[in-house]
């Protein structure tokens, strides 16, 4: 039976390892031996309503055109001969505590992750991996920034799980990015938003060796050494 929480060494049940906390271990080693090992967390950050509220409205527009099984605007907006992805599952696989689940035997780990949507492209019969995105900036969205590393890992990520639970999966996905309109001369009680369609590329490789490394540090006993760029790390620092 998978358990969750502390990382135990000497139990050989799978261990409960969420998709964010593979990202975790990417930016800072420390800080994910603190969370997962010794049960000492990072502060909870605020939460984002809006953006889970485009998150739920644009699911339930999408959920309309699936059960229709036609290709939704913005997919044909792309050109493609594709239509959201129907499946008994998939209600499981967008909840974030239960998700997309791999069982990686080998390493013993029981990894998820919760998907925003799934297309699939009638022609190839691959999935397609769609994150949704919500922000309000005065330039074009784009997946430029260094910081934005993280988006793409997580779709990485999810074409992961999928093609370990057998399915066939475009290396290509979609980011459904909504930047907020802030210069309307009235709100009338309304937000509007500018809709881009991103694609992305995945590559998939870093994925085994991370978890490989990842296992190793867990069950180390020693504490990884403080990150420079954590900015966790560097609280720490200036309190001791």
């Known amino acids: 039976m998978p358990y969750n929480g502390k990382y135990i060494p000497a139990k050989q049940d799978l261990y409960k390892l969420s ?17 997962r090992r010794l049960g000492i967390v990072q502060p909870p950050g605020f939460p984002f309503n809006l953006n889970s509220a485009v998150d739920n409205l644009l699911k339930n ?17 792309l050109g493609l001969n594709a239509i959201p992805f129907q499946h008994e599952k998939l209600d499981k696989w967008r909840h974030n505590f239960s998700g997309l689940v ?5 390493l013993k780990l029981h990894l998820f992750g919760a998907v925003d949507d799934l297309w699939i492209n009638l022609d190839t019969e691959e999935l397609i991996v769609v994150d949704y ?12 920034a260094d910081w934005q590393i993280g988006y793409k890992r997580q779709m990485e990520f999810y ?15 979609y980011f459904v990015y909504c930047n907020g309109i802030k210069d309307k001369d009235r709100f009338d009680e309304k937000l509007d938003f500018k809709i881009s369609l991103l694609d992305y ?6 994925i085994e060796e991370t978890l490989e490394s990842l296992v190793k540090l867990l069950n180390q006993e020693e504490i990884p050494g403080y990150s420079e760029e954590c900015k966790h790390c560097d609280y720490q620092k200036k309190l001791n």
């Not at 791999?102 to 080998?106: F, M, P, R």
């Not at 074409?159 to 996905?173: A, E, I, M, P, W």
């Open 159 to 173: 074409q992961y799980l999928l093609r370990n639970n057998g399915f066939k999966v475009s290396d290509t996905g």
């Open 102 to 106: 791999y069982q990686h035997e080998a």
């Open 19 to 35: 998709r964010s906390k593979v990202d975790l271990f990417l930016s800072c080693p420390r800080c994910f031996y603190m969370d």
């Open 61 to 77: 527009e999408f959920d309309y055109y699936r059960s229709l099984q036609t290709p939704h605007p913005y997919i044909e907006r």
């Open 201 to 206: 590329k995945g590559n998939g490789d870093w």
């Open 133 to 144: 995105k919500a922000t309000s900036k005065n330039s074009e969205v784009n997946l430029d």
